[in-house]
């Protein structure tokens, strides 16, 4: 059964860091593009950041570029998602996602992990 499960939320005070997972089982992920995604309450999911299943090419929303780096380690099966200088708005509900069919894909989805920006 193909599974992604994302982990390392929590609640962490503005110009904090967190380093969020999501781990692969049933499948292995270096066929796959990965991606990140966000909801905030009340908002549309949006793309955060995505890496290439060769980890060769990323994609960086404007709103997190210099702030979170996204990484891939195939030999465990996770992709990475270190988050830098958080803020309030940055507080979502964190989803990654993968897909074969091109970066930001978005064939299987993980159940999310919530991260709360907050003093």
């Known amino acids: 059964q193909v599974q992604l499960v994302e982990s390392g939320g929590g609640l962490v005070q503005p110009g904090g860091s967190l380093r969020l997972s999501c781990a692969a089982s049933g499948f292995t992920l270096d066929y796959y593009h990965i991606g990140w995604f966000r909801q905030a309450p009340g908002k549309e999911r949006e793309g955060v950041s995505c890496?290439?299943?060769?980890?060769?090419?990323?994609y960086y929303a404007d709103s997190v570029k210099g702030r979170f780096t996204i990484s891939r380690d195939n030999a465990k099966n996770t992709v990475y998602l270190q988050m830098n200088s958080l803020q309030p708005e940055d507080t979502a509900v964190y989803y990654c996602a993968a897909s074969q069919r091109g970066l930001c894909g978005t064939d299987y989805w993980g159940k999310g992990t919530l991260v709360t920006v907050s003093s």
């Open positions: 890496i290439s299943s060769n980890g060769g090419s990323t």
